[in-house]
């Protein structure tokens, strides 16, 4: 075999690993979810786990706090299920939030739209259909 060809199944082997190593973290979340406070479960995944050490991630402080807070009683719900399980750790993650998307609110003045219009009267159907389009944010102050 090739020192390529090696390089590429020992680079499968890795998507490979990783990507079950990924499914499991998933599937361990989905179950320990229910286990823990209702207050942080939307904000809360699994990041890791291993040596007995489950580490969590929370998008918020308030998550993480209300884990901490329950975090012995947690220990115990989650050793019913996965025995292995002797440890929690919870970190914050904000870049787990997920920013709220804003609507295009701009607008062009009504001259602009009209001179657009006027040009894309005189352009070929692709150009004048999108002149058409950007004439209809003009804002409407009448």
Do not use: F, W
């Not at 390089?7 to 973290?25: E, Q």
């Not at 001179?115 to 159907?125: A, D, R």
């Amino acid at each position: 075999m090739t020192e390529a060809k090696k390089r590429a199944v020992s680079v499968m082997d890795s998507t490979s690993t990783l990507l079950r190593r990924a499914n499991a973290l998933n599937r361990l979340g989905n179950d320990i979810k229910p286990l823990m406070p209702r207050s942080a479960r939307s904000a809360t995944r699994v990041a890791n786990y291993g040596n007995g050490k489950l580490v969590l991630e929370t998008a918020t402080n308030k998550a993480r706090l209300d884990i901490v807070a329950d975090k012995v009683a947690l220990i115990k719900k989650i050793a019913k299920h996965i025995p292995k399980i002797t440890e929690i750790e919870v970190k914050v993650n904000p870049s787990m939030i997920t920013p709220p998307v804003k609507p295009n609110q701009r607008s062009i003045s009504e001259q602009t739209a009209d001179i657009l219009e006027c040009v894309s009267n005189m352009t070929p159907p692709g150009l004048s259909q999108a002149l058409r389009k950007l004439a209809s944010h003009k804002t409407s102050n009448s």
